[in-house]
């Protein structure tokens, strides 16, 4: 066997070894002017994974802007979840903003209700896209 199968080998094992399942549910209700926001696409997204794929789930708010995900990753260390907003909450036509909003580490394994998002508030870090 090469040097450097070897060593790829070993950190597989490794990673068995200390990476475990983790997971974390998120909900909240998203309201702009007041008013909840139906239809806002909500991205719960893992950052730092091995895998280039750090989408853990998706879905749209309701009518009633409520939305609930639940997502789980393998991961060494403790994952570090975060869920994106995509919606046009105060913007011009044809524009949406994106928003995130970090997962606090102690709500791992838990649920995180975030009651109500407030979507009029701008958040560091956010992005507008125009057509
Ligand atoms: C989520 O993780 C917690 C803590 O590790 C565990 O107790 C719980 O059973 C997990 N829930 C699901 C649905 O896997």
């Given at each position: 066997?090469?040097?450097?199968?070897?060593?790829?080998?070993?950190?597989?094992?490794?990673f068995e070894v200390s990476a475990k399942l983790q997971n974390v549910t998120v909900k909240g209700i998203a309201v702009c002017n007041k008013r909840r926001v139906a239809n806002a696409h909500?991205?719960?997204i893992d950052k730092d994974t091995l895998d280039p794929n750090d989408e853990l789930a998706q879905i749209h708010t309701n009518k009633e802007g409520e939305f609930e995900l639940f997502g789980e990753e393998d991961e060494i260390g403790?994952?570090?979840p975060y869920i994106r907003i995509h919606h046009n909450c105060n913007t011009q036509p044809g524009c949406e903003r994106v928003s995130e909003y970090q997962i606090p580490q102690e709500k791992i394994g838990e649920l995180y209700d975030m009651t109500y998002v407030t979507l009029d508030i701008i958040v560091h870090g956010e992005k507008t896209k125009c057509n």
């Open positions: 066997m090469s040097r450097l199968a070897f060593v790829l080998l070993l950190s597989l094992v490794a909500v991205i719960l403790k994952i570090e």
